[in-house]
């Protein structure tokens, strides 16, 4: 390391109550924590799934319970209904998620909002990650899950050199581009805002991603206007 890189990193180090470095440093801890993903559940049902990313993923069956574990880099209880069977390309997903902790998945079903025909997992947006590594298995009334997030491990790569690859930084970023974050077109996009503003603020309004991709449903536009309304009148 060259001696003005050194003088740099020793300059960040002694101003981290400053709030720059800080905020940097606590965004890179985030996507540490984000790599790697487990969970137990206490389930009814028989499901085995094997993934090495979305393209090559083999699995079949339907469980339903409470599970707890680490998801999205933090210790978090939820209740998870699932239901998978199929191979790359034809491999067909359907996932329900309730949670204090995190941010609730919507599987629409058949009248809902964005309801789709054709539940291809290639096109959904679901707990699992397009660059997800992992496998799910219950048993019966156990279950367990494990993956790699190679898409968080290269976001936190590329967040050492300053590059906020998934667009999912919580203390480095103002609320107010998360918020306008929160308007795009791009269903993930949204979901990485309404992330990185639930850890910046303590809040999600009921945020709910919606399994299918692009889908801007009314309860997401309400779940904005209380983060803004939140944002710009703090005290009240």
């Not at 079949?60 to 239901?83: C, D, I, Q």
Request: glycine share 8%; hydrophobic share 40%; with cysteine.
């Amino acid at each position: 390391m060259s001696r003005s890189k050194l003088s740099i990193l020793v300059v960040c180090l002694l101003s981290l109550s400053a709030g720059g470095c800080a905020s940097y440093l606590h965004d890179r801890l985030k996507d540490a924590s984000e790599m790697f993903e487990c969970g137990i559940g206490y389930s009814m049902g028989v499901t085995v799934n094997l993934r090495a990313t979305k393209l090559a993923q083999a699995g079949v069956g339907a469980h339903s319970g409470e599970w707890a574990g680490l998801r999205e880099g933090r210790f978090a209880t939820w209740t998870e209904e699932r239901s998978e069977f199929g191979f790359t390309p034809f491999y067909y997903h359907e996932v329900f998620r309730k949670s204090d902790d995190l941010i609730d998945i919507h599987h629409p079903l058949l009248w809902d909002p964005g309801y789709e025909q054709f539940l291809n997992d290639l096109f959904l947006l679901t707990d699992r990650g397009f660059f997800e590594v992992g496998l799910t298995v219950n048993a019966l009334l156990v279950g367990v899950d494990l993956s790699f997030e190679l898409a968080e491990i290269a976001d936190f790569v590329t967040g050492v050199a300053g590059f906020d690859l998934l667009g999912d930084d919580a203390f480095g970023v103002p609320t107010d581009t998360l918020l306008k974050r929160l308007q795009s077109r791009n269903a993930w996009k949204r979901y990485a805002a309404a992330r990185a503003l639930r850890r910046a603020t303590g809040f999600d309004f009921d945020y709910t991603l919606h399994t299918v991709r692009d889908e801007h449903t009314e309860d997401q536009i309400q779940s904005r206007r209380l983060w803004k309304r939140a944002l710009e009148a703090p005290g009240e």
